[in-house]
């Protein structure tokens, strides 16, 4: 016996009407981003591996142990067989095709946005999915740009409390920190070794690990018996310099001038390797354990260690399938799904002059579902009472004078109405 077939686990699909909220988070989004003048990229879903282990770090949880990898193998003598990941993130791929298509070389900042697909081998849950779609935005230039503007981190941070408030997502966080440049994250680095030598003997394991490759990943371990310790190791406020202080300092005076509200928390230090000064997370109460709307911060060095040019840049990525059960929790999210008018045709012999009416309903704007001729009219009414505001008639007699049977099923009302004032009429309130 066959077995029946199954999305894979960690996938899924998206159905009508919920699809309807997934496009109308996308055409916001898109609307957003045009206004603060960002133009569309879009990369293939799938990379070179070394693309991810160089820019995301051999040492993250997403490089060693989430990614979908393969050899994929030659199919001809000139190629040669090429290890190919699917995209983790989206950060990586744009950078790579900055760098590739040479776009600093414009003088331009460039301020780039995409919309799709990304791949993670994670324990799916709630909210955590192995397939998922982010919503993401990179700025990135020659430093002659003002890439390295405190400004930028503002504005994004900014347009980010817009679109959510655009969005109708209320209630939202924005903790805030900065993890310094390059110098600042060794010499915590160093700080955080030295603390940990004493405690952390009663960590996790995978704290001892990250203790000897990458203290600064102990902040993120989520182990409870691991948090109360944790809360006495340094924090990095205190190992910026001067300028990672002034630059913090000045995203936080922009964001207060604008009247954007944040939270510090000098904890968040992000998963990725790439972030330097500027990290953020947007935060929502309603999704449970897995929080966090988006995440993002200041990349300055990943384009050089991509083997780049010199190209300061902040982005973040959201996840769009929390964005969708966010809103579905604020019950705000109303996909329209009822039709405006379902048009039944009395009669088989009606069926092409009621996809004419219906083809007319539905230029004028109209949404109209079309019935079936050899159906009763009792069954058109049930079929239509379900999905639809209105039932329209189309019999001989309508089709010969002109005037249609309308019905509402809100009232129970029946009405005729000339052909001409059809689209209007059904434009109408239902109570009508
Ligand atoms: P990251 O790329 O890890 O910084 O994630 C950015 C955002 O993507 C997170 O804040 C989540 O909203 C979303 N996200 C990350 N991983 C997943 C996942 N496995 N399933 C659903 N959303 C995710």
Redesign the pocket.
């Known amino acids: 016996m066959s077995q029946t077939l199954k999305a894979v686990r960690g996938t899924r699909d998206l159905l009508p009407p919920e699809t309807a909220l997934w496009n109308r988070i996308e055409a916001i989004a898109r609307d957003v981003f045009a206004r603060y003048n960002f133009g569309e990229i879009r990369t293939p879903v799938f990379e070179d591996t070394a693309l991810f282990a160089r820019s995301v770090g051999e040492d993250t949880d997403?490089v060693s142990k989430e990614m979908y990898t393969w050899e994929d193998r030659a199919r001809a003598q000139s190629e040669k067989t090429q290890s190919l990941t699917l995209r983790?993130?989206n950060t990586a791929g744009v950078v790579r095709a900055y760098i590739e298509h040479g776009l600093g070389e414009s003088g331009q900042l460039q301020k780039l946005y995409y919309i799709g697909p990304?791949f993670?081998r994670?324990r799916p849950q709630k909210?955590?999915?192995?397939q998922?779609a982010?919503i993401g935005a990179e700025v990135i230039g020659p430093p002659s740009t003002g890439s390295e503007s405190p400004l930028r981190d503002a504005e994004i941070l900014e347009m980010l409390a817009t679109l959510l408030d655009e969005l109708g997502i209320t209630g939202w966080t924005l903790e805030l920190n900065s993890v310094g440049s390059a110098a600042d994250r060794a010499r915590y680095n160093d700080a955080l070794r030295a603390a940990l030598v004493a405690v952390v003997g009663q960590m996790c394991a995978d704290c001892q690990r990250r203790a000897v490759t990458n203290p600064l990943r102990v902040l993120d371990c989520k182990v409870p018996a691991d948090q109360p310790i944790i809360a006495t190791l340094p924090v990095i406020a205190d190992s910026l310099d001067e300028a990672s202080q002034a630059h913090f300092a000045a995203v936080t005076a922009a964001l207060d001038a604008a009247g954007v509200p944040y939270t510090l928390n000098h904890r968040l230090v992000?998963?990725?390797d790439y972030y330097t000064r500027t990290t953020f997370?947007f935060t929502h109460g309603g999704l449970g354990a897995?929080n966090?709307?988006?995440?993002?911060g200041r990349y300055d060095g990943l384009s050089e260690a991509m083997g780049g040019p010199k190209a300061p840049g902040i982005g973040?990525?959201?996840?769009e399938?929390?964005l969708v059960l966010t809103l579905q929790a604020l019950e705000t999210a109303q996909p329209q799904t009822v039709a405006d008018a379902f048009v039944a045709p009395l009669g088989e012999s009606l069926n092409p002059a009621a996809l004419a009416l219906a083809r007319e309903l539905r230029h004028a704007g109209l949404r109209v579902e079309l019935g079936e001729g050899s159906f009763r009219l009792k069954r058109s009414f049930e079929a239509a009472d379900k999905i639809a505001r209105r039932i329209v008639i189309l019999g001989e007699d309508e089709l010969q004078s002109g005037i249609l049977t309308v019905k509402t099923f809100s009232t129970g009302i029946q009405t005729k109405v000339p052909r001409a004032e059809l689209a209007a009429f059904l434009a109408g309130p239902a109570k009508g």
């Open positions: 997403i983790p993130e990304q993670r994670e909210g955590r999915y192995r998922f982010q992000r998963g990725l997370e897995q966090a709307l988006l995440g993002g973040f990525a959201m996840g399938d929390r």
